[in-house]
């Protein structure tokens, strides 16, 4: 569906530039004009089919390299390994904070720079109505395989980590 958005957007924004309806007489677009953006776009269709093909032919050697060397685990099929590794990559890129060996290194005292550095970008950063806390790091999302809802919050007084709360990220 996000693959979708992008290429509805262009062929909107297209459509409306196009359009005497919405222009005025400087901002018609030529036939030659318009061919060429759909010619563009027909080669940008075509290099994200691409790269989607390359992602999912990695994410299956990937499988298949790590069902060889657990080979006496039995029980998942090669769609399911495959399907757990596309989910862990996508955990991966858009949540990196999901993984529970980065909040074991999280400590008092640090400062915000080190708190982001380690778990990366919070989903958002508020003010405190507490007195002995300036402001606070949201960081949640929902597992990509599970679907389960995790959340986790640093807080912050004059600029150094006073406590947290660890996310539930087991599935």
């Known amino acids: 569906m996000k693959s979708i958005f992008p290429i509805l957007s262009i062929l909107t924004l297209s459509a409306v530039v196009a359009s005497p309806l919405y222009a005025d007489e400087s901002a018609y677009v030529t036939r030659a004009e318009y061919d060429a953006l759909v010619q563009r776009l027909s080669v940008l269709e075509q290099s994200m089919l691409s790269f989607q093909s390359d992602v999912a032919n990695q994410a299956a050697e990937v499988a298949i390299a790590t069902r060889k060397v657990n ?4 029980g998942s099929s090669i769609i399911d390994d495959v399907v757990s590794v596309i989910h862990e990559r996508e955990e991966d890129a858009f949540y990196p904070w999901m993984e529970a060996s980065k909040w074991d290194q999280l400590k008092v005292g ?4 080190q708190v982001i550095e ?3 970008e919070p989903t958002m950063k508020d003010p405190s109505m507490h007195k002995k806390i300036d ?3 949201t960081y949640q999302g929902r597992r990509v395989a ?3 809802r995790v959340r ?5 007084y004059r600029g150094k980590v006073k406590n947290f709360d660890l996310p539930d990220l087991s599935d």
Not at 71 to 74: E, F, K, L, P, Y
Not at 110 to 113: A, Q, R
């Open 71 to 74: 080979a006496s685990a039995g």
């Open 110 to 113: 640090m400062s915000e720079e």
């Open 118 to 120: 380690l778990l990366g």
């Open 135 to 137: 402001n606070f790091y």
């Open 146 to 148: 599970s679907g389960k």
């Open 152 to 156: 986790g919050v640093v807080r912050f």
